[in-house]
């Protein structure tokens, strides 16, 4: 096995976009990238590693979506990436595609925001503006409320993400939306 490297933000960033082209997938990964870095600096945690891991947390998704968060350890390990990224990559998919749950705060935000932004896309999809910079908490928690809008989103993960961070829905809503702020220009809202 290689000796542990800690990635740069430039490696993490190629390593993406050398698995991943399409780029909604790509759009998710600076969203999930903006969530994090915010709530780290929140938290008082390493900004850009939480960053570096909401980057490359869908790695595998494109060209093997049935081995999701399986390959991203294998791709992580081949590269010598410290066990804590890969674990933390691995947990965003506890339940569906990985028995790794959620232990650390880093984890636990992942697991969350992970599905909160792609109601937050939907949401702001559907304003005049088509924009993160005037959309409110309170629009996303109306459509939160909305079963049949977009419906692909896992509320119940959102939820559980909340519950193991103590954090009320509206407050981790309003955390998410303003990382997403950061990188709206790289998301196109």
Not at 173 to 189: F, H, P, S
Request: aromatic letters at 6%.
């Amino acid at each position: 096995m290689m000796k542990e490297h800690i990635p740069t933000h430039e490696e993490a960033l190629a390593l993406l976009k050398e698995f991943n082209q399409t780029d909604n997938l790509i759009k998710h990964a600076y969203a999930v990238e903006g969530a994090l870095r915010y709530i780290a600096r929140t938290m008082g945690e390493d900004e850009e590693k939480w960053g570096i891991i909401g980057l490359v947390h869908d790695l595998d998704y494109e060209r093997f979506p049935e081995q999701h968060c399986v390959k991203t350890r294998e791709l992580l390990q081949e590269r010598g990436w410290p066990e804590e990224y890969i674990r933390a990559v691995v947990s965003h998919g506890w339940g569906i595609c990985s028995d790794a749950e959620p232990k650390t705060n880093l984890e636990k935000v992942l697991f969350a925001v992970d599905e909160i932004t792609g109601l937050i896309v939907a949401t702001a999809l559907v304003r005049p503006s088509k924009s993160l910079s005037d959309l409110e908490t309170k629009s996303v928690m109306k459509k939160w409320k909305d079963k049949a809008f977009a419906a692909g989103v896992n509320r119940s993960i959102i939820e559980k993400g909340a519950g193991m961070l103590g954090m009320e829905l509206s407050d981790l809503i309003t955390r998410t939306i303003i990382g997403m702020r950061e990188v709206a220009d790289k998301i196109g809202l």
